[in-house]
């Protein structure tokens, strides 16, 4: 099975700061790594797919970067709304998994 | 416009039974899987099962396998995820969302749009 970990747990940063969250998986996974925000009280809602796609209406400073066992989702210009969960969840193989996720505040 | 619209709250005693409920709308429902993801309070996602409308496939996480049963009823076009005997530790919120791809084989296993939650809350 494919374990997922993620850092820090805990950010806070800036209105207009870069932000950077690390993900990283205990086998490669090739470019198979999706990234969820999600918001206080609401469900995860997808930002980026196969590690540096991104989503539909997602704010191009939204990035996702990296391959193999290695992630990073970058937000640049740190905005209010983007306080909330940060999730990646590996869609390598079954089991699914997610990395404890990372929590953005704003100071 | 993709909908999934999950029951509400629950609040329920252990060893009670419990089945919740999403039903999806605005889209082909076998084209894409549902799956169905934990949430413990104040905790991250865990991923529990995924159910394939074309074929009836059900994969389980192994944590979660015996535990939880998904089933779907394709004439309503909504999923379940049902216990058969609550514990305490069933308290979490439960997501469902859809799921890129209609069979195991061809699955991405990106989850692009998800349900609401829902709350269940047991205890005695």
């Known amino acids: 099975d494919v374990q997922m970990s993620q850092s820090p747990p805990f950010l806070s940063a800036s209105v207009g700061d870069r932000v950077t969250i690390t993900c990283r998986a205990s086998?490669?996974?090739?470019?198979?790594l999706n990234w969820y925000q999600q918001k206080s009280g609401k469900a995860p809602n997808l930002l980026i797919h196969?590690?540096?796609n991104l989503e539909s209406g997602v704010p191009s400073r939204f990035i996702g970067s990296g391959s193999g066992t290695d992630f990073i989702l970058t937000i640049n210009n740190l905005q209010p709304e983007d306080v909330g969960s940060y999730h990646c969840?590996?869609?390598?193989?079954?089991?699914?998994?997610f990395g404890g996720g990372t929590r953005v505040q704003i100071k | 416009e993709v909908q999934l619209v999950q029951s509400g709250a629950e609040v329920k005693k252990p060893g009670d039974s419990l089945k919740i409920s999403c039903e999806a709308s605005?889209?082909?429902?076998?084209?894409?899987?549902i799956g169905w993801v934990r949430q413990l309070p104040g905790k991250g996602l865990e991923w529990m099962g995924v159910?394939?409308?074309?074929?009836?496939?059900?994969r389980y996480s192994p944590s979660f396998r015996g535990q939880v049963t998904l089933s779907a009823d394709k004439s309503v076009n909504t999923a379940y995820l049902q216990w058969s005997a609550l514990k305490a530790s069933d308290t979490a919120m439960y997501y469902c969302?859809?799921?890129?791809?209609?069979?195991?084989?061809?699955?991405?296993?990106?989850?692009?749009?998800w349900g609401q939650g829902t709350l269940v809350t047991v205890s005695s």
């Open positions: 969302a859809r799921g890129r791809g209609h069979s195991f084989g061809n699955s991405k296993w990106i989850f692009d749009h």
């Open positions: 605005g889209y082909t429902f076998s084209d894409y899987c």
């Open positions: 159910i394939y409308f074309r074929d009836s496939d059900i």
């Open positions: 086998q490669s996974i090739a470019t198979y």
């Open positions: 196969d590690a540096s």
């Open positions: 969840q590996q869609s390598f193989s079954v089991p699914l998994s």
